[in-house]
T-cell receptor
Framework: QKEVEQDPGPLSVPEGAIVSLNCTYS??????FMWYRQYSRKGPELLMY????GNKEDGRFTAQVDKSSKYISLFIRDSQPSDSATYLC????????????FGTGTQLKVEL | DTAVSQTPKYLVTQMGNDKSIKCEQN?????MYWYKQDSKKFLKIMFS???????INETVPNRFSPKSPDKAHLNLHINSLELGDSAVYFC????????????FGPGTRLTVT
C-alpha cells in the first residue's frame, strides 16, 4: 500500500460544476500538503500549498486538510475546460526537506 | 526564457544501451531533483542535489548515476537500459531552505524497446 492514495479517475464533469479531489495518507508526520496540476505531456506545476490542518482559498480553488482523518481535498468551483488535467497531491514533513511524497494523481476532464 | 529545461524530450533506445538525460535551470536555485513518472502517472523522487552535493538518494538501481557539474545543471546517466526503465523522467529545482515550490521541467519520455 502506498503512503499516499488518490483515486486515479478519470473524473468527467460538465463545465461549471464543483469538483472535489481527494487524497488519503498513512504517515501522520506529514505536515505540508500541496496540490500540483499536470497538463498532458507537461511537467507538474504547484497549484496550492497548505501547512497543517485547515482551509486555504485561492480564486476558484480551495484546499482543505483534515489531519485527524489523514485526508486532504482540493475543491474547484465553476470548473472550466482549461482545468482538464491530472491533479497530484504531494506532502512532506518538517525535517523531510524537499522530499515530496506524491499521490498517483486524479485525471480530471471538464466538458463543455 | 525556459526556467527548467531538459534534453532530449524523447528518447527511444534498445535494451542494454547507455543513455544520458540533461537538465538545466536558470532560476538561481540551489537544489535540483530527478523524478520518475510511470505509466500510471505515479511520480517518485530518485535523487536530489543541493549545490552539487547529493542529499537524497532513493532506492534506485546502481545503473542510474546522477551528476551535477554545477548547481544549475543536473544530468542522469543510465547504464544497461531495461524495459522497466521506460517512463517519463522529470527534472525539478527549488530553493533548499524550508519547504519550497519545486519547478518541474517538461520531462524526457524514455522508451526502451
Amino acid at each position: 500500500q502506498k503512503e499516499v492514495e488518490q483515486d486515479p479517475g478519470p473524473l468527467s464533469v460538465p463545465e461549471g460544476a464543483i469538483v472535489s479531489l481527494n487524497c488519503t495518507y498513512s504517515n501522520s508526520a506529514f505536515q505540508y500538503f500541496m496540490w500540483y496540476r499536470q497538463y498532458s505531456r507537461k511537467g507538474p506545476e504547484l497549484l496550492m500549498y497548505t501547512y497543517s490542518s485547515g482551509n486555504k482559498e485561492d480564486g476558484r480553488f480551495t484546499a482543505q486538510v483534515d489531519k485527524s482523518s489523514k485526508y486532504i481535498s482540493l475543491f474547484i468551483r465553476d470548473s472550466q475546460p482549461s482545468d482538464s488535467a491530472t491533479y497530484l497531491c504531494a506532502m512532506t514533513f518538517t525535517g523531510g526537506g524537499n522530499k515530496l511524497t506524491f499521490g498517483t494523481g486524479t485525471q480530471l476532464k471538464v466538458e463543455l | 526564457d525556459t526556467a527548467v529545461s531538459q534534453t532530449p524530450k524523447y528518447l527511444v533506445t534498445q535494451m542494454g544501451n547507455d543513455k544520458s538525460i540533461k537538465c538545466e535551470q536558470n532560476l538561481g536555485h540551489d537544489t535540483m531533483y530527478w523524478y520518475k513518472q510511470d505509466s500510471k502517472k505515479f511520480l517518485k523522487i530518485m535523487f536530489s542535489y543541493n549545490n552539487k552535493e547529493l542529499i537524497i538518494n532513493e532506492t534506485v538501481p546502481n545503473r542510474f548515476s546522477p551528476k551535477s557539474p554545477d548547481k544549475a545543471h543536473l544530468n542522469l546517466h543510465i547504464n544497461s537500459l531495461e524495459l522497466g526503465d521506460s517512463a517519463v523522467y522529470f527534472c525539478a529545482s527549488s530553493q533548499p531552505q524550508g519547504i519550497n515550490e519545486q519547478y518541474f521541467g517538461p520531462g524526457t519520455r524514455l522508451t526502451v524497446t
